[in-house]
């Protein structure tokens, strides 16, 4: 891998999950030389527990999928496509048609064009038992893994329009929902909190905050605190959804013009406010974050970047030399 590094890439794609590794897929068949920088391949999809969404498979789990993802990348591994996995991209600067992404290992590479499909990242509450039992009751996408908490008890912590999204979704199979609300009301979309609030599933706590997730091998309970009277009691639960938000993961990116949720703005066919950068997947704003949507979003990024490519006078010879 290290090995002839172009001196330029015709696009380097920064992060490895389906947006990404769909991105590399496409602009390497479209023979373009692609360097791929990722910290982990599969991404979010990885993290994922039974998918039961994704066409071609019944269900499959998001570490299987995240394999398969692995190996059909890896077939065009030295064929225009190199691989960096491992590395994180801190720094992106240049302008069209030269950019210069650096990593955290003190890597510096060129390319033409470049691709962010560095997704997002949830937030998270940093309570005891929330990192212990991610994927075992503690979970951050409700659209995902609602149906798996089919008649059981489930607590929702957030008073947004995501913490809202997710008690829609969940009031419909769950058998009680409560939504843990630090503040004294929820916010959000009227309709949305309208729908709610009015379905007899759902109990709101406002003014309330998680303090702790218990339970060994599966959540059991979450433990709350009234923040007015400093009253704490354990609410027992199967499932706790965290649904205070998500960062989109852009700390590498001063170039791009971002929205207020910080998310790359994209036009329709992916590409930023900058000439040769685009992005795909969860990182931009796109509406929708699911994995056949990045998927798709990579595809298309992919196919307008080669287009882009073909219009634009190439900056240096690409002869290979050592890297
Ligand atoms: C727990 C969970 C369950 C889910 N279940 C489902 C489901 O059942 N069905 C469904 O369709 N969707 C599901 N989703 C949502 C889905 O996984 C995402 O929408 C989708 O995977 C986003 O893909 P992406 O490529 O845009 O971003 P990501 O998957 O977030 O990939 C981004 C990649 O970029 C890398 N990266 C980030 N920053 C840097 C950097 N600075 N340098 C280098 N690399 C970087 C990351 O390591 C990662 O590999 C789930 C999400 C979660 C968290």
Not at 139 to 145: E, G, L
Not at 217 to 236: D, L, M, S
Request: hydrophobic share 40%; proline share 4%; aromatic share 6%.
């Amino acid at each position: 891998m290290e090995q002839n590094l172009p001196e330029i890439f015709d696009t380097i794609v920064i992060g490895g999950g389906a947006a990404g590794i769909t991105a590399a897929i496409y602009t390497v068949r479209k023979n373009l030389k692609v360097l791929l920088l990722t910290k982990i391949i599969g991404g979010q999809a990885a993290l994922s527990g039974d998918v039961e969404n994704y066409p071609g498979f019944t269900m499959i789990t998001g570490a299987d999928l995240a394999r398969k993802f692995r190996e059909d990348l890896m077939n065009f591994e030295n064929k225009g496509l190199w691989i960096k996995e491992g590395v994180e991209v801190t720094d992106l600067s240049g302008a069209d048609p030269d950019f210069i992404a650096k990593t955290a290992d003190g890597g510096q590479y060129h390319g033409r064009t470049v691709i962010i499909a560095s997704g997002r990242i949830p937030k998270m509450l940093g309570i005891p038992g929330e990192k212990e039992l991610f994927g075992k009751g503690v979970a951050t996408c409700a659209t995902c893994d609602a149906p798996f908490y089919k008649d059981k008890d489930v607590a929702i912590v957030g008073g947004g329009n995501s913490a809202l999204d997710a008690a829609f979704s969940l009031q419909k199979v769950a058998r009680t929902v409560v939504i843990i609300n630090t503040t004294d009301t929820l916010r959000g979309d009227e309709i949305l909190m309208k729908n709610v609030t009015s379905s007899p599933k759902v109990k709101v706590l406002n003014n309330h905050e998680a303090l702790e997730i218990l339970g060994d091998q599966a959540v059991g309970g979450v433990k709350i605190k009234n923040r007015q009277t400093g009253h704490q009691q354990v609410i027992p639960v199967s499932g706790v959804f965290v649904e205070i938000g998500w960062t989109p993961a852009t700390s590498f990116d001063k170039l791009t013009n971002k929205n207020d949720k910080g998310e790359i703005e994209v036009d329709e066919y992916g590409a930023t406010s900058v000439p040769g950068i685009y992005a795909a997947g969860d990182v931009n704003d796109v509406w929708g974050e699911q994995i056949v949507i990045a998927a798709g979003e990579g595809a298309k990024t992919a196919l307008r970047v080669a287009e882009h490519l073909s219009k634009v006078p190439h900056p240096k010879t690409s002869n290979l030399h050592d890297g």
